[in-house]
């Protein structure tokens, strides 16, 4: 399936922006990337969480 870039959709976040695109755009996956704060550990950040929490689909998450 190719890549199709998607219009951000306007939410008072970017949590809720990503989260509303994947809805608006069928999306079966979100992939975000985040980089580790301390040592070698990946601690999430609230825009991951929060989208890992509340999306409709798969969540993967990538460390950079």
């Not at 199709?4 to 992939?31: H, Q, V």
């Not at 950040?45 to 999306?55: E, H, L, M």
């Amino acid at each position: 399936v190719p890549f199709k870039k998607a219009s951000p959709e306007i939410a008072p976040n970017i949590a809720d922006s990503i989260i509303a695109t994947a809805l608006k755009e069928g999306a079966d996956l979100i992939m975000l990337g985040a980089t580790p704060r301390v040592s070698d550990q990946l601690v999430l950040g609230k825009t991951i969480s929060t989208v890992a929490r509340n999306a409709h689909c798969a969540v993967a998450v990538l460390k950079l």
